[in-house]
């Protein structure tokens, strides 16, 4: 398959089923989010948004998980982290988040991190979710799912959304 007929595949998914990957969580709580980002291709993308509220208890797994599943993605249970584990998620001196790059209790090695800045610094919990999405190894064609990430922190105060597809 040549890579015009991917992209057009692609393309084709994604004008008749979704408007964008992970493009839903736009609307999760608008007047809360603070940072954005979101770099879309034919051969893959990134998508990361962040939330912020004074209040604690604003974002819970429940709420997320439900969001998240009402747009089709299916979601795991949490899994908690610690501030001190947060330590270890950096690259280049720089927070990132490092899920879809290796495990979570050691320090990344890919420079593909650098694209997933990390906003959370305290106790937290992650959510990994299915988002019928798939990224693809260059060069192999192998293909693992594309995971959505719902970050966030447990006092309830800051919520981060990770998504990444295609060709990583």
Same mark, same amino acid.
């Given at each position: ?47 990361? +948004?962040?939330?912020? *509220? ?7 797994? #429940?709420?997320? =998980?439900?969001? &998240? ?57 992650? +959510?990994?979710?299915? *988002? ?7 060069? #192999?064609?192998? =293909?693992?799912? &594309? ?22």
């Amino acid at each position: 398959m040549t890579r015009a007929t991917v992209a057009m595949v692609v393309l084709m998914a994604v004008s008749c089923t979704k408007a964008s990957p992970a493009g839903f969580w736009t609307a999760y709580r608008p007047e809360l989010i603070r940072k954005q980002h979101s770099d879309q291709g034919p051969w893959g993308g990134t998508r990361w +948004i962040s939330w912020e *509220s004074q209040r604690a208890g604003t974002f819970t797994a #429940s709420e997320a =998980t439900r969001f &998240a599943a009402s747009h089709g993605w299916s979601c795991q249970e949490p899994t908690p982290h610690s501030a001190e584990q947060m330590k270890l998620w950096q690259y280049s001196g720089e927070p990132v988040f490092v899920l879809p790059f290796g495990p979570a209790s050691q320090r990344p090695d890919d420079h593909g991190v650098e694209q997933l800045p990390r906003f959370i610094d305290d106790d937290s919990m992650t +959510i990994t979710c299915t *988002s019928g999405w798939t990224r693809v190894k260059p060069g #192999s064609g192998s =293909t693992t799912p &594309a995971h959505g990430y719902i970050h966030i922190n447990t006092v309830g105060t800051r919520m981060t959304v990770y998504h990444l597809w295609g060709e990583q």
